[in-house]
């Protein structure tokens, strides 16, 4: 909104031609984003309270587990709305909504938080959310609405770009959007899945928005990205300004959310940030920097459907419990070491993804 408003009065107050700069936007999104956090997240959780919007721990009867979360019980939930609120207002204020792919985000933002929104409030209501089913069948929708709409927009986004080869790319023609819809289902679910210990999502969340600002930029710079041998991708360095105020909004959340968590983002957060985060790298044409960015994200999943895999098949389960962090607090780590030494992790996995940009 500023950049329509202000930049025409760049030719009359040139210190405003500042606001054309992405940079200069996407610095001032994690600013305001950040800061929006922390100011209406008292207001926030009192009015969650009001509500009795408050977690009960559901370990699917595993005792031992149930026992080291019992403190977690009437904690307020679903401060994802908040995180998503703040990434939209300073959306509203610092990108240019001239751009497509800003429309898309919102989009997958909007629709997957009312996905998870809905999941919420049946959980409080009834300690019950959706059907595995239902939720699934409205994540594949979103997942192929959002493929057909980027086909239709342009053809050429049906060609994958692949790490590690300069010009390796695969063309998928029509199956591109299933394509999609199996990122954006994948990515929202496995940062649901990883969504179990405070604040081990969201920092995770945002050191991934910080490789896709970086990659987000690089895509939408001719020069960058002819020089990077990466697709370049008209607009996109916009998706910069969305990734920044997702990484202002979710430190800003994480001053709350870590341990001990005094607030919790619930599914309304994690299906819609990670379903944003799958997007924008659909967008850029990075899909399999984001398997190797949210390393973290693929070990929780990949964890999930092992363990169910096991159960099925050898009637034996390969871990102590699922996901992989509940696995680590069974054998003995303190919740505090396990979300610090699995944000390490992440951090690793992020500048090995940047350096595969040279990697080819």
Request: net charge positive.
């Amino acid at each position: 909104m500023f950049y329509h408003l202000i930049y025409p009065l760049s030719k009359y107050i040139s210190v405003l031609n500042v606001v054309h700069y992405t940079t200069f936007r996407a610095a001032s999104a994690f600013v305001m984003s950040f800061l929006l956090i922390i100011i209406f997240w008292p207001m926030v959780v009192r009015r969650l309270k009001n509500l009795k919007i408050e977690e009960r721990v559901d370990m699917y009867g595993h005792i031992h587990l149930e026992a080291l979360h019992e403190d977690k019980k009437g904690t307020p939930t679903m401060g994802g709305i908040l995180v998503a609120a703040s990434v939209f207002i300073s959306l509203l204020f610092w990108a240019r909504w001239d751009n497509v792919f800003i429309w898309y985000s919102v989009f997958v933002i909007v629709s997957l938080g009312l996905v998870g929104l809905k999941d919420d409030l049946l959980k409080i209501k009834f300690g019950k959310g959706m059907k595995r089913g239902e939720k699934l069948l409205f994540q594949i929708i979103i997942g192929l609405c959002l493929g057909a709409a980027l086909f239709l927009y342009r053809s050429s986004f049906s060609i994958l770009s692949v790490p590690f080869f300069k010009k390796l790319v695969i063309n998928l023609g029509f199956f591109y959007i299933f394509w999609v819809a199996l990122v954006i289902i994948s990515t929202s679910n496995a940062v649901n899945f990883t969504d179990g210990l405070d604040g081990l999502a969201i920092g995770v969340i945002v050191i991934n928005s910080f490789v896709f600002a970086v990659l987000s930029y690089i895509a939408g710079h001719v020069k960058f990205s002819a020089y990077l041998f990466i697709p370049y991708i008209r607009g996109a360095g916009e998706l910069s300004v969305l990734c920044s105020s997702i990484a202002g909004a979710g430190l800003g959340f994480l001053w709350f959310n870590s341990y001990p968590a005094q607030i919790f983002m619930g599914d309304v957060g994690a299906l819609s940030l990670g379903g944003a985060i799958g997007a924008i790298a659909v967008f850029v044409k990075q899909e399999f920097i984001l398997v190797i960015a949210g390393g973290i994200f693929v070990i929780e999943a990949l964890s999930v459907l092992l363990q169910i895999f096991s159960v099925r098949i050898f009637k034996k389960k390969m871990l102590k419990a699922a996901p992989f962090h509940h696995h680590l607090q069974l054998l003995g780590w303190p919740e505090s070491k396990i979300v610090i030494r699995l944000w390490i992790v992440a951090v690793i996995f992020a500048v090995f993804a940047i350096m595969t940009l040279k990697l080819r």
